[in-house]
C-alpha cells in the first residue's frame, strides 16, 4: 500500500467468516431473542417511572453473562472464549432490547408505527444482502498481525 507522509500504512485483513459466519450470527440471534423476551417482560412488569433503569440494568447484566460465558467456554476441553462472540452477544442484547423499549416509547407517545414499518421491511432485507454481496475485504495486513503485536510486548518489555 501506498506510503502516507513517509510513513507504512498497515493493512489488516479481517476474513468475513470469522466476523459474521454462522457461529456469530447464532450468538447475535440467541442473544437478541432472549432480549426481547425479557425487554417485553420488564415492560408489562414494570411502573412507567422504572422501565428505563430496569432496562438498563439488564443489558448490563446480559452483557456481563454473555462476556462471563465466554470465558468458562475457555475452562471447557474442546471449546475456546472469542472476543467475537462476546461482541456478537453483546450486540444482539443491544438489539433485542432495543426493541421493545422503541415499541413502548413509539406507544406512550402515540406515534404512528406504520410510518416505520413499511421503511423497515426494505432496508433490513436491503441491509442483509449487503452483507452477503460483501466482496471486498473490510481490512488488510501486510505484516502478520501476531508479529506486530509480539513486537508491541517486546517493545513494552512484558
Do not use: C
Not at 2 to 18: C, P
Not at 62 to 90: C, H, K, W
Not at 107 to 132: A, C, D, T
Amino acid at each position: 500500500m501506498a506510503k502516507l507522509l513517509g510513513e507504512r500504512v498497515m493493512e489488516m485483513l479481517l476474513d468475513y467468516q470469522i466476523i459474521f459466519g454462522l457461529d456469530k450470527q447464532i450468538h447475535f440471534l440467541s442473544y437478541g431473542v432472549i432480549s426481547i423476551i425479557l425487554g417485553f417482560l420488564i415492560i408489562l412488569i414494570s411502573g412507567e417511572q422504572h422501565i428505563n433503569r430496569r432496562i438498563k440494568s439488564m443489558w448490563i447484566a446480559l452483557v456481563t453473562v454473555g462476556i462471563v460465558e465466554e470465558y468458562r467456554q475457555y475452562m471447557v476441553p474442546n471449546r475456546s472464549a472469542e472476543f467475537l462472540d462476546a461482541v456478537a452477544n453483546m450486540f444482539g442484547i443491544t438489539l433485542g432490547l432495543a426493541i421493545p423499549l422503541t415499541l413502548w416509547v413509539m406507544l406512550k407517545n402515540q406515534l404512528p408505527i406504520k410510518q416505520f414499518v413499511l421503511p423497515s421491511i426494505i432496508l433490513v432485507p436491503l441491509l442483509v444482502g449487503l452483507l452477503y454481496f460483501n466482496e471486498r475485504p473490510f481490512l488488510t495486513i501486510v505484516e502478520p498481525l501476531q508479529d506486530n503485536l509480539r513486537n508491541l510486548v517486546a517493545y513494552v518489555g512484558l
